[in-house]
């Protein structure tokens, strides 16, 4: 896993370690312009790792932590978004829609 970026100072990285992920960056991360049926298929393998992973928990409050982009702790960014830590910048509607969906989610419950 690449450490060389800024974190949030919040950030457990004592799971590192005990990522099942390591060296298969490819499958956890999708290229450019991806095709949706691709990313699904992607996703899948990414979570059969994930779920058999030791650091799947950390993994994944890590990444909400740091609004990352990608499949992270079995939850891709559609998910993330919709749990309230949407990627720093989305790009794909999906993942705005989640992100908005949650922010009116979060309004609503604020204001009642
Ligand atoms: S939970 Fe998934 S993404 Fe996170 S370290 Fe484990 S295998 Fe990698």
Known sequence: MDTDFMLH????I???????CKGLTHVFFGPAAERP???VEREAIASSYCLACPAMMKCREAARLNREHGFWGCENDEERAYAGFAPRSP??????????????????????
Not at 9 to 12: E, K, R
Not at 91 to 112: G, M, T
């Open 9 to 12: 100072p919040d950030t457990d």
């Open 14 to 20: 004592s799971w590192f370690d005990q990522a099942a």
């Open 37 to 39: 049926e691709r990313r």
């Open 91 to 112: 790009s794909r509607r999906s993942v705005i829609k989640a992100r908005d969906e949650a922010r009116k989610r979060d309004l609503a419950n604020s204001a009642s």
